[in-house]
């Protein structure tokens, strides 16, 4: 029996690794520059290689690709970009072939403004029932000139955006927490219930294995739409503000704003629990939801709502042995008061990558980015070394964890993307003055000889890739012992042959020390996040991500021993 049948029961996801695959940067099989999902078919023998459990696919629906695919002209079919639903059919069946789960993505809070039912509502007027699907609003002001409140786009800007009227006049506003291009459903419509009911179906009668949900803190949003402002050193999705970041600062949860966290979201989530429930195989829902403190996330994976979250918190947090241990701890304790598993992760495609994240001086909110005119650009070589630490110690937590595309790879942010190459609204937006996310958007480097190191059959790429990326492709790093490609394979062998995603975290250490070291099972971790070398515990050395020197462990690296 393989891993993949459809068996219930098993409750795979507790334990699983999950790779995030980003259709556009991955693998080019037509040679246009943009990534493919026949590309993905073709390399996914490497992903067994690697030693994952699942891929979650970013958005390859058919969509105008004004936030790169997160703004869905049609839920239920392919983007001509990324191929067919019969290719989407190849991908999945290769998969589930080498037991590999597929998970996809779905966007509930917003479509693209091209989507049909957007169209409709544009052409139907106010107070009609297609208005109604979406949020619509009378502006303020004498003539309705202003908008309907205060609220600001995520990605820079106004949140509301007016129409114009048939007849030339100017018309009534609706919501985009996002790009204008993304216009806001209303969640009070049982209409838009039913069809994103459908929209689930037709995937799970597909046969995937789950989805992740984005934005799944909006949706709902505070009845009268009241202004608000948010804080402003917080994250732009709302996770935590960097203040709370810092020790000594209790992180107490920010006053909710009225289209985050809203308590009506849990309905729907309870909801979709049940259309997944009718399916066999233990369908998933991974909430995408960026909100504070840990114990409040956990309420989007209680046992009737969803089955996981991504562990935000986690990925905030600095390289600091107390602050990783506090909220490794706060998350065990969070999602384990719901029956949930943790999860965790480091990297995505709005974030900057961890392998120059962990080496950043300054303050960097989420979905700012960094650029050539970013001060105190990161160190790459002391942003990599804590990469692998950070990595190392990751993988060997208990529950699941998510990996980003390329970071085996030890990929960091690219940085010096031209102006005119970039896609990110939020660089639009902002009139450059936020970079946005493309930087950890680059495709991916397979092969150093070949154009496009292998990511594109035609040897172009949708963004540039640096230069010297050559050294961190994939043929550079395969059966390179202590290549950061061999690191992560051996993590996540030794992760499954002792069972570290079923154990525990017994502390070892004292929780003040730079030093963080717990048991699991049979096997011991030590993460220096200091900068002393510090002499490991006796035991067979299983893994290290730095050498070692004699049994001393350098600052910045990790050590896994048998207990
Ligand atoms: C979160 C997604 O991860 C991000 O890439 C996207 O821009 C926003 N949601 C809007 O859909």
Redesign the pocket.
Known sequence: MTGTELTSGTEWWRTAVIYQIYPRSFADANGDGMGDLSGISARLPHLKELGIDAIWLSPFYTSPQR??G?DVADYCNVDPLFGTLDDFEVLQQTAHDLDIRVIVDI?P??SSSDHGWFQAALASGPGSEERARYTFRDGRGENGELPPNNWESVFGGRAWTRTTNADGTPGQWYLHL?DSS?PDFDWESEWVREQFRAVLRFWLDRGVDGFRV??AHGMIKAPGLPDYTPPADGGS?GGTPASALEPGISAEAPATPPYWAQEGVHEIYRDWHNVLAEYAGDRVLAA?AWVDPLSEMAKWVRADEMHQAFNFAYLETPWNGPLLRRVIDDSLEAFGNVGAPSTWVLS???VVRHASRLALTGDNLQGHGIGPKTADLPDTVIGLRRARAATALMLSLPGSSYLYQGEELGLPEAVDLPDHAREDPTWFRTSGERYG?DGCRVPIPWEAASESFGFSSGGTSWLPQPADWSALARDQQEGVPGSTLELYKLALRLRREHSLASGTVEWLDDSNSEVVEYRNGNVIIVANTGATSIELPAGEVLLVSESLTGRMLHGDATAWLRA
Request: proline share 0%.
């Open positions: 936030d790169a997160y966007v809070n917003h996002f993304q984005d934005v999705m995408e995505n495609h709005d996310r």
